[in-house]
């Protein structure tokens, strides 16, 4: 495997066992880099290096991105969410009531808005 910058697009095609051994490819190639910088001191070798670790990470990020989608189908129907599938929103957002419980009434309420309802008003306007 060649140490060029490695494109994302090519890479969201990929079966998950292409990924995992390009991966093992770019983590055997990389090691090998390192020691060369080691043994020979060569600057050149810094850039590869560089390059290889994003790619690295590129891979990686294309793995879990599959993996999370394919959980999201999983979980699509079933009555809970993981914790890290569900989206983020802020904290006082996650707490506030649903539609449902905001619009729930307690039975006094109830009995208070049919025995003295909103009065109705009808008001002559002069011209």
Do not use: C
């Not at 390192?34 to 560089?50: D, E, F, M, N, Y």
């Not at 079933?78 to 914790?83: N, V």
């Amino acid at each position: 495997m060649s140490s060029a910058k490695l494109k994302t697009g090519p890479l969201w095609g990929k079966s998950k066992d292409d990924l995992k051994k390009q991966l093992e490819e770019l983590k055997s190639e990389l090691s090998q880099l390192r020691v060369q910088k080691i043994t020979a001191g060569a600057t050149s070798k810094l850039t590869k290096i560089h390059d290889l670790r994003k790619s690295i990470a590129k891979v990686l990020t294309i793995i879990n991105a599959n993996q999370r989608a394919q959980l999201r189908l999983f979980y699509r129907k079933k009555k809970y969410l993981p914790l890290d599938l569900r989206p983020k929103l802020t904290h006082a957002m996650r707490r506030r009531l649903t539609k449902s419980e905001a619009s729930r009434i307690t039975t006094r309420q109830r009995k208070k808005k049919t025995h003295f309802p909103q009065r109705k008003y009808a008001v002559k306007m002069e011209v």
